[in-house]
């Protein structure tokens, strides 16, 4: 299973589960990803760290 937000995978028994009201399940590797999605409202390819910045990042040099 991988990360909505950063896109790493989850090893089995870790992580969190997230099911918002419209049945969207929305999986997470840690509170950091978390945060940054629910709270914060970031989208990931905004942020350096994760999988979709980076291939952004590579794509374009």
Same mark, same amino acid.
């Given at each position: ?5 950063? *896109?790493n995978?989850?090893?089995? *028994?870790? *992580? +969190? &589960?997230?099911?918002?009201?419209? *049945?969207?399940?929305?999986?997470f ?8 999605? &629910?709270?914060l409202?970031?989208?990931?390819r +905004? ?7 980076q291939? &952004?990042?590579?794509? +374009?040099?």
């Amino acid at each position: 299973m991988r990360c909505t937000f950063c *896109g790493n995978d989850i090893e089995p *028994g870790t *992580g +969190t &589960l997230y099911a918002k009201t419209d *049945g969207k399940i929305i999986h997470f590797c840690s509170s950091k990803c978390e945060k940054n999605m &629910l709270k914060l409202k970031r989208k990931p390819r +905004t942020v350096a760290w994760t999988a979709e910045a980076q291939s &952004l990042k590579r794509g +374009t040099q």
